[in-house]
Every structure is written in C-alpha cells, then in structure tokens.
C-alpha cells in the first residue's frame, strides 16, 4: 500500500527510530547477495502439509536427504525467460527433522508452534516518485529486521504480505538504488525477499500471504510460482486458495486479499471474499481460531493524538457484515497493507486486529514515534487502539492460554508490549 514518504528520501531518512544510521544499529549483518547460479531453498507451511522448496539453474530438480534418507523432489516450475531457474519441491511429514538440499540445511516444522515471528511489507519501494534506498540498510532495512528476528529462533515465521516493489527503475544519477532489477523476474524478487530474508529463512519455516504487490498487475507470476501454497504452480489470473495451520491448539487460517478493495465494495469482490473466508472455522473443540489475511478488515487512523476509524477494508468488512454469524469463532485477524503497527481491540465482541506493516517498505509521516493510544469508534464499535510507525518485526510467545507479543525496532529494542487473551489484544509502550 502506498502510506507516506518515510524510508524514500536520504539515508538517514531511512528509520522512524532513533536506529537510523548505520552505526547506530549494531553488527547485525544486512544480508548476502548469493550468486545467480547458487541454489536458495526454505521450508514453508502449504495446503498440503510442510513442503521443502529450492531456487535451482541444475538441470533437474535434486533429491532432499531428510534424517539422511534421499526423498525425491519434484518440479514445480520449469525455467521462463523471467524466472531462468526451476522451482522444485518436497512434501515433509510428521516426524520430519534435519533437512539437507542442494548443500542447505533447513528446519522442518515443529508439532507445536509456541513462537511466531511476525512481518511484512518488507520490499523496497521503486514506483513513481518514491525510491528507496534499497543499496543503504538505512534506507531499506529489511535485511537488518531479518537477521535479529533470526536470532530469536521462531518456530514459525509469518510473513503477512507484500514482498515486491521495485517496479520500476531506479532513476539515473540516484546512488541510492543504483543497480537494482526492477518488473517481475527472478532478480527482483531475489533482491527483495531471498537475498535479505537468508538468514531468517534458514531457521523457521514459514507461512506467505499474499498481498497486494503480488496480484496479477504486479508480482502474481512470481509469487504464483515460487510462493503460493497451492500443491501445483497457478498461473494467473488466479487466487489463492484458502487453507489452515495447525499451530498447536490454536488454528490460522491464510486467506487471498489481494484483489479487495479497501475504499469500494463491488458485489462480486464482496461474494469472493466471503466464500474465502467460508472454510474458517476451528476443527477441534477449544481450538483458536485465527486469520492471516493482507488487507486488514479494521484499522485505526492517526493524525496527532487523535484516533479514528481506518475505513480499511471496505470490501472484507461487507463481507464480514454480510455473514450469518459474522466471524463468531475468530480470535485474531493478523494483517500488513498499512505501513505502521496498530493493534484494534473490540473485547469479547469482535475479533482483535494486528497490522504488522513494518519490514522495509516505506512508512506513512503521520505514524511516527511516539505511540498513540486511546479509543476510537471502529467500524460502528468502540475499539482499543495501539499504533506506531517504526520499522521492526514482532515476536509471539504462548503463555498457557494465552500469547504475549513484543514489537522489535531496527535496535531490538522492545517498543510495544502486547497481550492477546480470548480477543482481547492490549498493547502498551514498554
């Protein structure tokens, strides 16, 4: 989504925090361009269970050893002029350890997820007349955010949409992009999500939404091919189908928003998205039940102090309406598109909403620090609100029954301090 101008301008415009330069943030690396000929490879959860997956130039897709026993891995697409590499893939099973593929090691998902790292929006934006400085870790610090989220060992981690944005090319004489690939090819999207997400990748499977940037007027080709869960390559025009992961008595379902509208509500996108939204429900007594979908169903705006209704989603929020029951089962709605962090808290009446917006694309002016928080009418509903603009990356712990959260900035500094029990999700400065 396009929200503000923050993280466009100068480096040291980069951060909404006091992490702004370089210097100040540490030795954590930025990420390592690997060679185009050399092999990436990640674990992520799917319709089908846990799948391994590898970005291969090999001429065929090559056996994964897993508990050091070889497992065949098949091809999920073939090399395009786009794309010159092969996606290939491997279904995981219960039990399923130490993974081995093409020299890389990988880890399989645990039975029970009991943290969760949380981002998105994590691209460098190359559109118009905002360019970010995607060659300053200043300026673009997704590779930053993925290492120290690395170093807190999730065992899953959520991205929830929103990986491509270098759509167009980095202006002559701008030092600051200088050299980046831009459009839907493979280089792009090694530069926006393989490249900075390497050391994240390795630790933790992963759960993909798919978001706006990742329709089919922009980055579907990619994502259709490399990131979809969906047990065959769509191509597109297509969707993404709804599907659930079992987190350990808590349930989450990743549901397709990227063709939504957050201002209108034409019928047909409002009958779509209800029928996505059809299969969510809990499949075992006292299961949570929770949503991952990009575009937010509620949000809260920010100008000062002062708090208001977001108005986004207005196609999610007819439908939602529009259900007999609403969204009776649903505890938590985990959603990005809007570049800040705000948590929207209805009680026991409606679900929580979550934006974690906050990767590496450019954030909105009017959230930066401090936080703001207070009550607002949302969506006809009083609502609790927590909201920051600041780049970083949030960490989910269960504790019992219920789970406590703590935002990251580009330091590691906590910056907000969360809560979610039943629906209720509090959030506080530290």
Same mark, same amino acid.
């Given at each position: 989504?396009?929200?503000?101008?923050?993280?466009?301008?100068?480096?040291?415009?980069?951060?909404? #925090?006091?992490?702004?330069?370089?210097?100040?943030?540490?030795?954590?690396?930025?990420?390592?361009?690997?060679?185009?000929?050399?092999?990436?490879?990640?674990?992520?959860?799917?319709?089908?269970?846990?799948?391994?997956?590898?970005?291969?130039?090999?001429?065929?897709?090559?056996?994964?050893?897993?508990?050091?026993?070889?497992?065949?891995?098949?091809?999920?697409?073939?090399?395009?002029?786009?794309?010159?590499?092969?996606?290939?893939?491997?279904?995981?099973?219960?039990?399923?350890?130490?993974?081995?593929?093409?020299?890389?090691?990988?880890?399989?998902?645990?039975?029970?997820?009991?943290?969760?790292?949380?981002?998105?929006?994590?691209?460098?934006?190359? =559109?118009?007349?905002?360019?970010?400085?995607?060659?300053?870790?200043?300026?673009?610090?997704?590779?930053?955010?993925?290492?120290?989220?690395?170093? =807190?060992?999730? #065992?899953?981690?959520?991205?929830?949409?929103?990986?491509?944005?270098?759509?167009?090319?980095?202006?002559?004489?701008?030092?600051?992009?200088?050299?980046?690939?831009?459009?839907?090819?493979?280089?792009?999207?090694?530069?926006?999500?393989?490249?900075?997400?390497?050391?994240?990748?390795?630790?933790?499977?992963?759960?993909?939404?798919?978001?706006?940037?990742?329709?089919?007027?922009?980055?579907?080709?990619?994502?259709?091919?490399?990131?979809?869960?969906?047990?065959?390559? =769509?191509?597109?025009?297509?969707?993404?189908?709804?599907?659930?992961?079992?987190?350990?008595?808590?349930?989450?379902?990743?549901?397709?928003?990227?063709?939504?509208?957050?201002?209108?509500?034409?019928?047909?996108?409002?009958?779509?998205?209800?029928?996505?939204?059809?299969?969510?429900?809990?499949?075992?007594?006292?299961?949570?039940?929770?949503?991952?979908?990009?575009?937010?169903?509620?949000?809260?705006?920010?100008?000062?102090?002062?708090?208001?209704?977001?108005?986004?989603?207005?196609?999610?929020?007819?439908?939602?309406?529009?259900?007999?029951?609403?969204?009776?089962?649903?505890?938590?709605?985990?959603?990005?598109?809007?570049?800040?962090?705000?948590?929207?808290?209805?009680?026991?009446?409606?679900?929580?909403?979550?934006?974690?917006?906050?990767?590496?694309?450019?954030?909105?002016?009017?959230?930066?620090?401090?936080?703001?928080?207070?009550?607002?009418?949302?969506?006809?509903?009083?609502?609790?609100?927590?909201?920051?603009?600041?780049?970083?990356?949030?960490?989910? #712990?269960?504790?019992?029954?219920?789970?406590?959260?703590?935002?990251?900035?580009?330091? #590691?500094?906590?910056?907000?301090?969360?809560?979610?029990?039943?629906?209720?999700?509090?959030?506080?400065?530290?």
């Amino acid at each position: 989504m396009g929200v503000g101008l923050l993280g466009a301008g100068l480096p040291s415009a980069g951060l909404s #925090d006091a992490a702004a330069t370089p210097a100040a943030a540490g030795p954590a690396p930025v990420g390592r361009a690997v060679a185009a000929t050399d092999p990436i490879a990640w674990v992520q959860v799917t319709a089908e269970g846990a799948q391994a997956r590898l970005v291969t130039t090999a001429a065929d897709c090559p056996v994964i050893r897993v508990d050091g026993a070889p497992r065949a891995m098949a091809q999920r697409a073939a090399p395009t002029e786009a794309f010159p590499n092969r996606v290939c893939e491997a279904t995981l099973r219960p039990g399923d350890d130490r993974l081995l593929v093409a020299g890389l090691a990988l880890r399989a998902p645990r039975a029970r997820a009991n943290r969760l790292v949380i981002l998105g929006d994590s691209g460098c934006r190359l =559109k118009g007349q905002s360019f970010q400085h995607c060659n300053d870790p200043s300026g673009w610090p997704f590779a930053r955010i993925a290492a120290l989220a690395a170093a =807190k060992h999730p #065992d899953l981690v959520i991205h929830v949409g929103d990986y491509y944005y270098r759509e167009t090319p980095c202006p002559a004489g701008n030092a600051g992009c200088a050299g980046s690939p831009h459009g839907d090819i493979w280089a792009s999207w090694k530069a926006e999500l393989f490249d900075p997400a390497a050391p994240l990748l390795a630790v933790a499977p992963w759960v993909f939404a798919r978001g706006n940037h990742e329709d089919c007027k922009r980055g579907g080709a990619g994502w259709f091919r490399q990131l979809d869960a969906a047990p065959e390559a =769509k191509t597109c025009p297509a969707d993404s189908d709804t599907f659930s992961v079992d987190l350990g008595n808590a349930r989450l379902f990743v549901v397709d928003s990227a063709d939504t509208e957050d201002m209108t509500a034409p019928p047909a996108r409002v009958a779509d998205f209800t029928a996505r939204l059809a299969p969510v429900r809990p499949r075992r007594p006292g299961e949570a039940v929770w949503i991952l979908t990009h575009r937010p169903v509620w949000n809260s705006s920010r100008l000062g102090d002062l708090l208001g209704d977001g108005m986004v989603n207005a196609t999610e929020r007819a439908a939602v309406r529009g259900m007999e029951g609403g969204l009776a089962g649903v505890a938590l709605i985990l959603s990005g598109h809007v570049h800040n962090f705000t948590a929207v808290s209805f009680g026991p009446v409606r679900p929580a909403q979550l934006v974690v917006g906050t990767g590496g694309d450019t954030l909105d002016l009017e959230d930066a620090p401090p936080p703001a928080t207070g009550t607002a009418g949302v969506d006809g509903l009083k609502a609790d609100i927590f909201t920051m603009g600041r780049f970083g990356y949030f960490v989910f #712990d269960r504790r019992g029954a219920d789970w406590v959260g703590r935002f990251h900035d580009t330091r #590691d500094r906590v910056a907000a301090v969360c809560r979610l029990h039943g629906r209720a999700l509090i959030c506080r400065a530290p």
